[in-house]
């Protein structure tokens, strides 16, 4: 109802203004104002039908271009979108119309481009019609001139005009006029919806302006303060080298509740890390991992035990490795398990970590087998130590230390 009201108006407008020409006579304005009563009735096929009727009795431009024009309204409530198309177009091609009427069907035929995703066209349309009332303005034809509902023409440019330009640039990969639009649009309306933000946004993102990328995310992350927002805050602040800048956006993000994503707080971690705050990066990470907010995965429990370890938390550093060996054991993982465990005097169990590591091969064995020679003589294990030593003699790195380790042990027993 709404739509065939406006339908109406429009036409009734137009034949308000026809019924002051000189061209059109009474028969043609008799014709007209019969389809102006079945659109009031909402009858529409048998407007339609009556219109095309017409088209044999109205052959003069002018009486031609307001059918045509009427027509064109009519096949807009039946959906018949190219024919809307067509006879909008032919309506402006007469040339015939006053002034605000050839806008409004310019201004109609870049809508219904754009609605049928022909961005192109579209686009054109509403720029032709952009520069025409601009120019229409400055001359002062439109000041005088009102619409269907009392609205002076001048001022029918809306931000929406802008932003349906944006949304077709973008459609077609324009970027720099993407922008260009956006800004317009969100100058003329000053709460604008973040989805039009969103735009500009694109547009700095895929011109890889990070700059002002950043400017436009710091405004959305003051409407909505998402998760999303945060992160592509410190992304870009990353890609512009910023990294303590991006340490501090996602610590505030974190703080504030708004980091959920384990992905998120594993590079607030990361960040952390780097940044030389390694307990306070490994806390984070065993709480986002209790919390399932991140995943026990091998990658995660390696950086809880390099920023424990960091931390000087050995004991915790030791935990999570003991935890990833269980779930992927290798030779240098067990060979760094080993060594915090003699650090820590454990040395039986640095023995068994040190068995289970030479099982699988090590890259440098010679390593391991001093270490595990020098954990049997804590043991007091001196035969197993000497067959430890023994083997590592034979690798020209650990020669010099293994003989010094066996002459200790030859001294030993010496002395017993």
Known sequence: ????????????????????????????????????????????????????????????????????????????????????????????????????????????????????????????????????????????????????????????????????????????????????????????????????????????????????????????????????????????????KRNRQALATLRVAYELGYLKKGSNQKLLAQLMLQQGMPYQAATLMETAMAAKNAKRSDSNLRLVASAWSQAREQDAALESLLALAKRKPSASLLGRIARLQVHQQQWAAAEKTLQQALRLKAKNPERLLLLQGIARVRMERLDDARRSFTQAQQYADARGVAESWLQYLSQIEQSS
């Open 1 to 240: 109802m709404i739509r065939a009201l406006m339908v109406l108006l429009l036409s009734m407008s137009a034949l308000v203004q026809a019924a002051k020409q000189p061209s059109l006579n009474a028969a043609e304005y008799k014709q007209l104002t019969a389809v102006q009563t079945l659109i009031g009735e909402e009858k529409w096929k048998a407007a339609r039908t009556a219109l095309y009727k017409q088209q044999e009795t109205m052959t003069r431009p002018y009486a031609n271009a307001l059918r045509l024009q009427t027509l064109g309204q009519v096949e807009l409530q039946l959906d018949r979108y190219p024919q809307a198309l067509k006879a909008f177009r032919t309506a402006y091609q007469l040339a015939v119309l006053d002034e605000a009427q050839q806008l409004q069907l310019l201004h109609l035929r870049g809508q219904l481009q754009l609605s049928q995703e022909h961005w192109k066209a579209g686009a054109a349309l509403l720029e032709q019609w952009l520069v025409e009332v601009a120019r229409s303005e400055k001359s002062g034809a439109l000041a005088q001139t009102k619409s269907a509902a009392g609205q002076p023409l001048a001022s029918r440019i809306k931000a929406d005009d802008y932003l349906w330009l944006a949304q077709a640039y973008s459609q077609q990969e324009h970027w720099r006029k993407t922008i260009d639009r956006i800004r317009v649009a969100l100058k003329m309306r000053r709460n604008a919806p973040e989805n039009w933000h969103q735009l500009e946004l694109a547009g700095h993102l895929n011109r890889k302006s990070w700059k002002s990328a950043l400017t436009v995310l710091r405004r959305l992350v003051q409407m909505n303060p998402k998760e999303s927002y945060w992160s592509q805050i410190a992304s870009l602040q990353l890609q512009l």
